[in-house]
């Protein structure tokens, strides 16, 4: 049965070839002094960062580069909200991926706070403000681009937090697809990997409705069809393009409208593995996902393996569900596995030895509020993990 | 190929049971006087009237009653426009169907305009002010609740014109399905036809995507599930939700984000009907869309209809690619025909004898400019005209 909701999504998008060309008019209207933040450097060596410095050459640019992957709130969040104070920004670019976004997302509330911005990260403190963010994107997976979320770590205290707000949504995107031309396979995967679980996330709750499921696996669809192709021939616009387009509907609520609350349960374990392990959070997922769906699997969640299979790996309706189920779930994990993803803990570094902490740490943190589809124990986290080794 | 597009839908829909309690808390921020805009008195046979009377309370209540279907330029939106002006109204409450909120929108505009609103319905002049809308849909259909366009009729002329501006988006959308049960089975049939014909308009086009492509078959898969159920079951709190959740998607572009331009063909010859004989915009429609699907089908149109029959209505793809096309057609007519709708013009009292004079219209004031999906000249429509006699 379908649900109450209540639904913004206020970010103008423009997608396509040349579309960065479209920035100084974009910013034109934000304000002249502009905090330009982006990671390790791979926006110039793809010649975008030169670019952005031409059309913003009427602009006062500040820069905050060195934001890491699982962007960190020590050093690259209190420095982006010092320069932001020290240089009354009035507009933060942030030209990169999924993790620069989401810093700047921090960055942006934190800059029209007083206090320490991890109040707000932590939800201590509601936002009262905060600078308009405007985005160029060369990766496509996290949806950052089109939601009001971020997800920041504090490595002193294994935290990975997830940052909500409806002040964070950024006031544009620019999504080019051939600025993800260059991202390597490693990456490309991941970053299909994280899209696949944003969608299941969101397909794996109680009350569902029948547009929802059909936009979910119309995604889903999408990223199977495209990623091979991205992945063999790295500058074919067309693959690109869907996978990047498919991508921005990850996380701002438009797949789960009507349905009820899931909890996002990979994502809690998997903020756990990154927060320990620093590992690339698509890789995580790939990993999670095959086995935590195997757990879940009962008779009150098997009409959702069902519906999966069929109507997205065309398996046979009339077979006997628990058949449909299992091929759903290992259809899944052969899809992660074809992308040359890992999908066992040891192969990014993990061994058994904190498993169980890290299943404490994931119940605690991430998944003792809030409703969950399958409420999860510490230990079914930790056999979760086990199977995942 | 997916093409470039620029994109944005900044509207908030309050969705579900209940959410109209929620319109103080929504009007508050926008002002105290209001315009109360409605159609032939339904409101008030539902109780709807009442129940915003009271939670208004507070506020200056203006009202504009007896708004047409197929809105009217005079008298409703001149009537409309000189009450803002002379009420110095802050924000415009339509409740009612797509027709009302359509007129709210021209009236929006045009009270912030010192010249004949009718410059700004033809897109002579481009409004530079609007005067914010919230709306309580009573009817599932259109889509305008989501989207920044309206259609205006004017009789004297037979004109019936799309208005489009990004400044018409509402501000916020009330959808209660339950307000939707009252609704008898003709308008309940021809408010699908209608949603139905909003996705065929955008699916049939030169470049398209796998997203739109599954986005537009999950709405139209939607509508053929619940249509049914409500028909038969008016009170089906499920089936009208899901159909006014799918009708909410219609007209605000997402369908077609990606694709090459459509023109909307069957909207350009059912408006010259309307404006000509005032039928009900979702017979029209019904009436036209499988005539102009079996004119348009040939060899470069085809690979559409198969797309559409193997994914929509399940029909074996291993057929000829023409007799799947057929069968889609063929399964069209019969969707709309089991709803009870009307398929011949006479049924809705169009004979024959000014289909040449509608076609030339339709030609001239739709489709003269933009891009076609497939080229019509008046002999094409007074063709696609008479085969729906």
Redesign the interface.
Known sequence: ???????????????????VDRLPGVMKPLGRRVLLAYGGGSIKRIGLYDKVKELLKDFEITELSGIEPNPKYDPSVLEGVRLCKENDIDVILSVGGGSVLDCCKAISAGAKYDGDPWDLITGKVRATGAVPIVDIMTLAATGSEYDAGGVISRTETNDKVAYIDSLLFPVCSLLDPTYTFSVNAKHTAAGVADAFNHVLEQYFCAEH???A???C???L??LI??APIAMAHPDD??AR??IM??CMYGCNGILA??NSQSGWPMHAIEHALSAFYDITHGEGLAIITPRWMRHILNERTMERFVNLGVNLYGIDRTLPAQEIAEQTIERTYRFFESLGLPMHLREVGIDGSRLREMAEHAKEKDLSQGEQYVDLTADDITAILTASL
Chains 1, 2 share one sequence.
């Not at 049965?1 to 999504?9: A, C, E, P, R």
């Open positions: 049965m379908i649900q109450n909701f209540d639904y913004q999504t206020p970010t103008r998008v423009i997608f396509g070839k040349g579309v409705n029948m547009v499921d059909g936009f696996e119309t995604l669809r999408t069809h495209y616009y067309e393009a869907e387009y498919a409208l009507g």
